[in-house]
């Protein structure tokens, strides 16, 4: 993609930008939701590299959140409590794609449990509110609940503490996944220093937490690359020879560089930054590093393209590439699996 290419995009995408800061009302920012899906499928298809087309959608994803909280704060009388509102999962990595759902939680500041539990009652209208208002731009409610409006994600920073602590404490299954969630957290929108405060506490409870790294892992290693010894892909028998590219691609690496990120205490969130953070750490070679980004992007970009052609998610027939993309995918994953033998050599863990 050329300069002469870029700058009518980059325009494009500031124009966005602008209109979602102005728009009147969530009618408007439906529009400019669907706007934001439109200008990154045209950069996709500019080859403007995975890593610049899920970072703009992101962006103006993050924007649209970001206005709706502004517009119902208009609506609602919020008590004089500090808050602020969480994006998590993909959303707190910028690595969204076309197909996403709604993975937030509110945060919010109260000097005992008495208070917090005043305060809830007074946050939840909000946050079910704008958990509604953001379905109606296009991003589904999360089917397991993860959302601001739910009770259960509406803490104060003590509760999410707490919550934190039990987590790496105790890695059963449930949390586990709570942990693959929540842990990539952003703020989008209010008192960003209280998200901040989270993040400290997090980096202070994993920091070479071996046991709960270790598990972890063996979570994380439960999803293999799908690759065989005689064929190229090895497709699951009832996929209808699709494979799953977010289980069992990018999850892979979004999953090992958040283990080795969360026990090297760094701050970083999104994929690419963690593992460029590790090498710099010296826990893995720049060269490797480089690898895995490439791999990832190269994965996002496959998985960005499916959903531009049609996929309602992440499910990829390999029969359906050319020969090029066919070896880029296959590359990506053995790269996947590298991976993931570094982190079972870091724990000793025998498959």
């Not at 449990?113 to 005043?118: N, P, Y």
């Not at 999410?160 to 299954?173: D, H, I, K, N, Q």
């Not at 942990?179 to 409870?205: H, K, N, V, Y």
Request: with cysteine; charged share 20%.
């Amino acid at each position: 993609m050329n300069d002469s290419e870029v700058l009518p995009r980059a325009g494009a995408v500031t124009a966005c930008a602008a209109r979602i800061a102005a728009a009147p009302d969530v009618a408007a920012l439906a529009a400019c939701a669907a706007e934001a899906r439109q200008l990154a499928t045209a950069l996709h298809r500019e080859e403007a590299g995975a890593a610049l087309v899920t970072g703009v959608l992101s962006r103006l994803n993050d924007a649209i959140a970001a206005r709706v909280l502004a517009l119902l704060q208009q609506r609602f009388r919020l008590p004089p409590a500090r808050w602020c509102w969480l994006g998590l999962g993909s959303e707190g990595r910028l690595e969204q794609t076309l197909a996403t759902d709604q993975d937030n939680g509110l945060v919010f500041s109260a000097s005992d449990d008495g208070e917090a539990q005043q305060l809830r009652e007074l946050f939840l209208p909000f946050a079910g509110a704008a958990n509604q208002a953001l379905a109606e731009c296009g991003f589904p409610p999360c089917d397991g609940g993860i959302m601001a409006g739910n009770p259960r994600w509406c803490l104060s920073q003590s509760e999410w503490l707490e919550g934190f602590s039990a987590w790496v404490r105790t890695p059963e299954p449930e949390a586990l996944l709570n942990a693959a969630i929540f842990f990539d957290f952003q703020p989008l929108a209010g008192d960003a220093a209280l998200a901040a405060g989270l993040r400290q506490a997090l980096s202070e409870l994993t920091r070479g937490n071996e046991i709960f790294l270790r598990m972890m892992t063996v979570n994380a290693l439960a999803a293999s690359p799908p690759l065989g010894r005689l064929r190229d892909f090895v497709i699951e028998s009832g996929s209808g020879g699709t494979i799953d590219l977010k289980k069992f691609g990018s999850r892979i690496f979004v999953d090992a560089a958040r283990i080795m990120a969360l026990g090297a205490g760094a701050a970083e969130t999104s994929t690419a930054a963690r593992l460029r953070r590790m090498a710099a750490e010296g826990i893995m070679s720049k060269l490797d590093a480089e690898a895995a980004v490439h791999a990832f992007h190269a994965l996002q970009g496959i998985r960005f393209a499916a959903q531009v052609a049609g996929a309602a998610g992440n499910e990829l027939d390999p029969q359906n590439l050319n020969r090029f993309d066919r070896r880029v995918l296959l590359e990506a994953l053995r790269q996947a699996r590298a991976l993931q033998q570094k982190l079972k050599s870091r724990f000793h863990i025998e498959t």
